[in-house]
């Protein structure tokens, strides 16, 4: 396989490195908010359950609303372990979904999955949203990054991210967990070059309600333009070729498809800044060398919109 990959590479165009950066809107920071209430407990429909807004935030007891719909989750999924491991659930949710805070974990194989928590590990992958897992990866045993993978790699992706075109859309400020929430005053805003995801229901999101799912709002005509890119051997490599034919993995390839697409430009763009590398990602590299925002906004969008 390996050597396959070589003989496609060294058939490329040559690299030229185009400058590239963070844009604010693919990395959200969290802003500090006030102390959430400890006294008056939340509930979500469907659900027996209940917690305090402190409780749905604990990062060692995350909120489970629908326990009967997975399976027992190991402790370092549930729980964490104190003081760095963070409950994995927290973030990527007991369904293994994610949102815009974070990632989807289903569909990974063990190859794959092993070595991304390795690269956190040793800060091959940081910047401002990898470095949450830098911190969480480093602390962690061999045998709970197998244990958290064998439980994420039994689960299907229940709810997908919708993708859609737009010239314009809903204002929204950054919030809980650095996901993004309607903003209060209201009004749209033109979408300019970004991807902006936002909550089916914005109170749902904060209740980390596995059950919400999340829009990705792209610029009009991206899908159109990523499917191109995609397949165009010209600007890029096509995708496939390692990927597999519908892009849902091949070998310790993982699968691009179906995933939201902010999570996606970030990858494509921290393996271009060198924020994501490794000898894996090399691979890569020649993948997005001549790729600009645009091209990775559309890219993201294509992939997103197909079936996981
Ligand atoms: C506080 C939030 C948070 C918690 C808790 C958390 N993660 Fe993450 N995780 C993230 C973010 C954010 C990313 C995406 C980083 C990026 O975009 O570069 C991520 C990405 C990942 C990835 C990479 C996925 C891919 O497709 O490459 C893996 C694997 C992962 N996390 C595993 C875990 C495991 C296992 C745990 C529990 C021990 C965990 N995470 C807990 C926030 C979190
Ligand atoms: C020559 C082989 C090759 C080609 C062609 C290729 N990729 Fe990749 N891609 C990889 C490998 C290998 C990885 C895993 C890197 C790692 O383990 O960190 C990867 C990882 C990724 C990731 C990160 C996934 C995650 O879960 O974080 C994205 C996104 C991605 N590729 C998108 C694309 C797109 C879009 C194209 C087509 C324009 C493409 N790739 C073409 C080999 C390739």
């Known amino acids: 396989m390996k ?29 500090q908010l006030p102390a959430p209430d400890d006294t008056i407990q939340v509930t979500v429909p469907g659900s027996d359950k209940s917690y305090t807004r402190k409780q749905i935030g604990d990062g060692f007891a995350p909120p489970d609303w629908f326990p009967s719909e997975h399976a027992a989750m190991p402790p370092v999924v549930a729980n964490g372990r104190g003081p760095a491991v963070r409950a994995c659930a927290l973030c ?66 229940t709810v997908k991210t919708k993708v859609v075109e737009t010239d314009t859309v809903a204002k929204s400020i950054v919030a809980e967990g650095g996901m993004r929430f309607l903003a209060a005053a209201g009004g749209n805003e033109p979408i300019g070059q970004r991807i902006i995801e936002l909550p089916e229901d914005d109170q749902q999101a904060k209740n980390r309600n596995a059950h919400i799912g999340f829009t990705a709002y792209v610029p009009t005509g991206s899908i159109a333009k990523g499917q191109a890119l995609a397949s165009n051997v010209g600007k890029s490599v096509t995708c496939a070729i390692c990927h597999g034919p519908d892009l849902k993995g091949l070998g310790d390839v993982p699968s691009i498809a179906g995933r939201s697409p902010m999570y996606t430009f970030r990858q494509l763009n921290d393996i271009k800044t060198g924020n994501r590398s490794g000898v894996a990602v090399e691979l890569m590299q020649q993948v997005v060398a001549n790729l600009n925002d645009d091209d990775m ?3 993201s969008a294509y992939v997103g919109s197909l079936e996981p």
């Open 3 to 31: 050597r396959i990959m070589a003989a496609i590479l060294f058939a490329c165009s040559p690299i030229v490195a185009v400058a590239a950066d963070n844009p604010d809107w693919a990395y959200p920071v969290a802003p």
């Open 297 to 299: 906004i559309a890219l």
């Open 92 to 157: 990527h949710r007991p369904t293994g979904d994610g949102h815009p805070e974070s990632s989807s974990l289903t569909n990974l194989n063990e190859f794959y999955f092993t070595r991304a928590m390795q690269q956190f590990k040793t800060s091959a992958r940081k910047g401002v949203r990898a470095n949450t897992m830098v911190i969480i990866a480093t602390a962690m045993t061999d045998a709970e990054v197998k244990e958290a993978w064998t439980y994420y790699s039994k689960l299907k992706p």
